[in-house]
């Protein structure tokens, strides 16, 4: 019944989608830049087709040459992967009245969820809590000025189709609120090509808890657990683990019934994820969903043994669920180690060229996600994402050793890399109590550099 996909993404990603395709039988066809022709993906898909230069507007970003690649290959659907066109709801319409499957989530759905002042207004309705805010949109400057005075300084100033950790700015006290909002409202209209702006109440170093949630077309809807993805550093997760260590049972429950809760309330139709943050007093809030696969979702897959693209596909096709609630349950713990192409003692700056010598672990319970081999000359122009690291075992701490024990193994020369970044906080007592929280990445990098182990 399913013939023939075509993903529309590159990297790790796309390989970890072409893998499922090859599982399930499924034809696969890649697309590639003409700065890709070198890359993995474009090898292992079934045929691979050339989408334009080496810029994302001209290849990834190309959605007439995307569908078009798709028409002449005969495929029936177009996997988006995350990042690029994965959450943009004009495209999924233009994919889906070419007569092609979207693999995702409904274009409505999308963009509801995708507009992230609209998706706190939604939330409000169904009583999952939110940050303190302008409870959506704010109209202009003097509006979003009485807000931050009621709800008190800090503040962050965010833009509504911000995303990726950019559009978000702190505002400490009223004095520097105007220029604040100037600066998000041009750059909100610059990169997010909306220039709408709402406000939250800053939280003081909140964890950062989300949940995994699948649901199908028949209005069935389960949850896969939490992550903790609150080691950030300025808003980019580093490393990732299931489950949570740090928080209650009672709290968790809470956020899975609100997950549920939300995507019931939109019609949610596919895999996504529903983000909250978390106060040092287990006060919980809603701040956006992702209506895509992420990229820290292989701790969920080790931890529940459900393959979450697999399942993608199948909801994309009609599928209804196979799997209830009760049948899903948590064995082991899983971390992961996102391994970028950045120069940790340069402020993490990008550092594409050529690997020219790699080994990486293996054993039971290491897994890697990766798109690059050696003699692969990573280029300048996408994400500095190499590969992913996942170690499972069945207790944390069994899981902490193994994925020492793999970073270890794991060399990459001729670009630098953030490996031994990850190896420092896998050894960080903060987070071997796993009572960290999304400051905790900014003190550790000032700790090292107080003991002369300058890392910027
Ligand atoms: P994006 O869509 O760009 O990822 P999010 O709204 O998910 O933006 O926020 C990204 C990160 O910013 C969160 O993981 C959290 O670390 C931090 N953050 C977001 N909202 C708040 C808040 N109200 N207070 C404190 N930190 C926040």
């Known amino acids: 019944m399913i013939k023939k996909i075509l993903i529309a993404n590159r990297g790790e990603i796309a390989v970890r989608i072409i893998r499922a395709c090859k599982e399930m039988g499924i034809e696969s066809v890649a697309v590639y830049s003409t700065a890709d022709e070198m890359a993995l993906h ?28 798709a028409c002449l290959t005969g495929c029936d659907a177009i996997h988006p992967g995350f990042g690029f066109l994965s959450e943009n709801p004009h ?16 274009p409505a759905v999308m963009e509801l969820m995708g507009n992230k002042s609209q998706a706190i207004q939604v939330v409000e309705e169904t009583g999952v809590p939110t940050v303190p805010g302008s409870h959506g949109a704010i109209k202009n400057r003097e509006e979003g000025k009485k807000i931050a005075k009621e709800i008190g300084y800090p503040i962050l100033i965010k833009a509504s189709a911000g995303g990726g950790g950019k559009g978000i700015r702190l505002v400490e006290n009223e004095e520097d609120f105007v ?18 702006l709402y406000i939250e109440k800053y939280i003081e170093n909140p964890k950062h808890v989300e949940v995994q949630v699948m649901c199908d077309k028949f209005g069935n809807c389960i949850h896969l657990y939490e992550r903790d993805c609150s080691l950030q550093r300025r808003k980019q997760k580093l490393l990732e683990e299931a489950p949570c260590q740090s928080i209650s049972k009672e709290l968790k429950e809470k956020l899975y019934d609100s997950a549920i809760k939300i995507c019931k309330k939109v019609g949610y139709d596919s895999v996504g994820t529903v983000e909250f943050i978390i106060d040092k007093k287990e006060n919980f809030y809603f701040i956006e969903m992702n209506t895509r696969v992420q990229v820290e979702h292989p701790i ?18 009609g599928m209804k669920l196979s799997i209830r609630q ?21 402020d993490f700056r990008p550092c594409p060229g050529k690997i020219t010598f790699m080994h990486v672990p293996g054993g039971k319970g290491v897994r890697i996600d ?15 994402l190499l590969l992913k690291l996942i170690a499972y075992a069945p207790t944390r701490l069994e899981c902490i050793r193994k994925m020492r024990a793999a970073l270890e193994e794991l060399i990459i020369e001729g670009v630098s890399t953030t490996t031994e970044f990850e190896y420092l906080i896998l050894h960080n007592p903060t987070f071997i109590m796993g009572n960290y929280d999304t400051g905790s990445i900014e003190d550790f990098i000032k700790e090292l550099d107080k003991n002369g182990k300058s890392i910027q």
Do not use: W
């Open 91 to 106: 495209f999924a319409r233009m994919v889906e009245m070419c007569g092609l499957k979207f693999i995702g989530p409904n």
């Open 326 to 346: 009760e049948d899903v349950k948590i064995i082991g713990h899983a971390i992961e180690c996102r391994i970028n192409a950045e120069d940790i003692r340069q």
């Open 42 to 69: 474009k090898e292992l898909a079934t045929e691979a087709v050339c989408i334009g230069g080496a810029k994302s507007e001209d290849s990834y970003l190309n959605m007439e040459n995307i569908i078009s690649a």
């Open 179 to 196: 220029g604040h909002y100037k600066e998000a409202k041009e750059e909100a209209k610059k990169y997010f090509a909306n220039s709408e």
């Open 370 to 384: 990766s798109a690059v081999y050696p003699g692969y000359t990573i280029p300048p122009y996408y994400d500095s």
């Open 300 to 317: 969920t897959e080790m931890i529940t043994n459900v393959d979450i693209i697999k399942n993608m596909i199948k909801i994309a096709y």
